[in-house]
């Protein structure tokens, strides 16, 4: 699994006063810190970033690029900062994202081309996002197929479904199932496109205490599915430990709950139980509630 | 070839909650199908209840064709549940809205005792509802659960605010609770596992809130229709609770309902059907032409 650090973020408020001061030391920590932890790829999210776009870019990329020799992730919807970005990237980049809306397929994806990089594209289109797997499906196919004209190869396609929160009322939980459905089915449709997803927006909303085992959760059974990529949390130790194929037994407890299999919690420990409850959850065979570790 | 209907049969079961004691004891609940599906594999033993709603203090709001069946007894919260008796109800349900600080601000203590004084004149169950203040009903609620120990009053609402002082309250005088939740079937079911690590899941009945037609009815309709499936479909023990659907108010506030009488009527009456359709296992009621308009229209 390739982790893209998500910890340079500007809704973070540290990042988004370190980035306008000019603070260096702040930004190339949190690179250090997830490049040690393991990650392979930093993101860099900057939001729209409207004012000193170019100045900005040009110093934030350099910042970060002077402490970890990791390839980077611009991540802005704003193709300007996206392109001043680009300019200054070493190794070959990630252009996060673009998708199957107009403007971003005007003016992001040729970027794809012009830089020889590789590009997120999301399912999302001018109608908003598609509500079903198969309109997913659909949207997805449109535009990678777009891409391609322009002389993008499905190879550097990172195609991404849209997590949206397990705990949004009523359809959180068919999502999430949904997009398990999605990466399953992706390589059938598009054979040779990867895949990513924003990991940790599984549980926007949650606790922050519960937020960790619903991420890992889902990366685990997202995994199952072949999914190529997460933007996560690389300083999650157990995330990590998870991708690196070191807790076999709760993997394999949240994979028999994938399938289907009624496991009896008895016997297990506290934390693993934790873990198949979570899956449950995820696999919406019981109703979300932000008590759902306590039943 | 012959034509066979399907016949589901369900996993789940709403539980079957007793309120009141004695004669006046009533059941609600207890059904293992979906709302109205009798074709289905299983029954529903006891049919949705009506109820009609009294308020603690003379109404402020005097719609005349909303207070005109009662007559003068509209002052004596007595009276005017004895006279709701009358229009063949299944049991009263008191709301003690003057204990609220927004409105005469009224002690604890004369509330509970108003409860104790009307439970001995009823012959119906009673259901008591605080004002909704979650601070102040943390102290109203349980106040009136001591007063009127062991009678098995349905009690509301419960709140995530105050389920703790409620609930026990309830837990330790015997009787049933009513746990509300703000429209939301995932905050619903967090109420419920917490209630019910201390209160038997069989006292406890679901307010999901219900809004008028015209103002929210969607959200509440489908909200009670998805309770009950996945109650009964899925057999998730925290949603295996009987609904209570408390409309009267939010009907009898809206501007069609006090314009004049037959909206009204046909305001309060279609959101009952409604909520009835979607599940509703107690339907509380301000109007008692409502309460005959709707058991004619379903046939009981």
Redesign the interface.
Known sequence: MIIIGENIHVIAKDVSVAIRERNATVIQGLAKEQTQSGAHYIDLNVGPMKKDTEETMKWLVNCVQDVTGLPLSIDTMNPVAMEAGLKYCKKRALINSASGKTDSKAQMLPLAKKYNCEVVISVMTDKGMPPEVESKIESIMETVSHANELGIPNEDIWVDPIILPVSTAGEGQNIAVGNLEFIKILQDVLPGVKSTVGLSNISNGVPAHLRPILNRTYLVMLAKNGLYSAIADPLDEELMAFMRGELPQITDLIHRTMDGEEIDLSPLSQKEAAYVKTARVLMAQSLYSDAWLEI | MEYKAPKEAYKGNVREVTIGKGDKALKIGGENILPLHFFDEGTLPNPPRFVLEVLDMEPTEKTPHLLEPFGDAISDPIKWAKKCEGFGVDAICLTLISTDPAEKDAPAEGAAQLVKRMLGELKKPLIVYGSGDDKKDAEVLPKVAQVCAGENLLIGPVQKENYEVVGKAILDNGHVAIAQSPL???????LN??LC?FLPPERVVIDPLSSALGYGIEYSF?LIE?VKQ?GVI?K????MMPIIANLGDECWKTKQAKENKTQGLLWEGMTALSLYLAGANILVLRHPETLKLIKDTIGR
Not at chain 2, 184 to 190: P, Q
């Open positions: 939301d079937i995932n905050l619903l079911k967090e596992v917490k690590k489908s998805r996945i899925t998730d023990s925290m949603t």
